[in-house]
């Protein structure tokens, strides 16, 4: 039995392996939207631009049969509606595998973006952003960075092992870590921000002016920039500390 199971799984890595040979790549006419969502086997490349554009590209056409998008109430949607053994044919797994990456990469270029949510392993870069309010969320191993940010207003969220790196300036941050997550914004220049992390989690801060800060249950927050206002609450076995 064991044997058949070996024979079985190397024959589907086998086929997987042959339907990755060659990449190709689909256009999808949407607009209209200032959101995005993606979720597993989904790798995600943002800019902002002033047209719409919407790729997919994929080392396996099976992939891209699989994928859903949609648009619905301004956001753009990324899935895959398949069953495991039909992820698993389509490359996506073996492709994570062998590859370190997921099994289709979308480019989006968009003239607005306020909101990003990643989850379930999916991984969204965005570029250089500029805008008035931005909000991200990262949930169970998924994945977020933000390049050369110029915002007013940053929200971030991260749970149950996800990531968060971002980088840039912003007048106001509000970031929630939880569950072993992380968020890296020591290379973001903000002035105020309001700071929680719980369950084992980090933030990395960087805030000129002023900070309220709270950690719990072994979670660790480290501020930089020297802020002169300061209201910090540490609790559980959590930790503040200030780079002064």
Known sequence: MAANKSLFAAGLISMALTATAEAQQRDFDFAGFDAI???????????????????????????????????????????????????????????????????????????????????????????????????????????????????ENLTVSASSGSDVEISGSAAHVRFDASSGSNIDAEDLEAQRGELQASSGSDINARLRTAVRANASSGADIDIAGNPAERDVDASSGGDISFDD
């Open 37 to 151: 969502d993606i979720a597993t086997g989904i790798d995600a490349n943002v800019v902002q631009a002033d047209q719409f554009s919407v790729r997919a590209h994929s080392a396996s056409s099976d992939a891209l049969d699989n994928l859903r998008l949609s648009v619905e109430g301004g956001v753009l949607t990324a899935r895959f509606e398949t069953s495991f053994l039909d992820f698993i044919l389509s490359g996506g797994l073996v492709g994570m595998l062998f590859n370190s990456g997921n099994a289709v990469t979308l480019d989006i270029s968009l003239p607005t973006l306020t909101s990003a949510t990643a989850s379930s392993g999916a991984n969204v870069d965005i570029g250089a952003l500029n805008g008035q309010s931005l909000s991200l969320e990262a949930s169970s191993g998924s994945s977020v960075r933000l390049d050369a940010a110029a915002l």
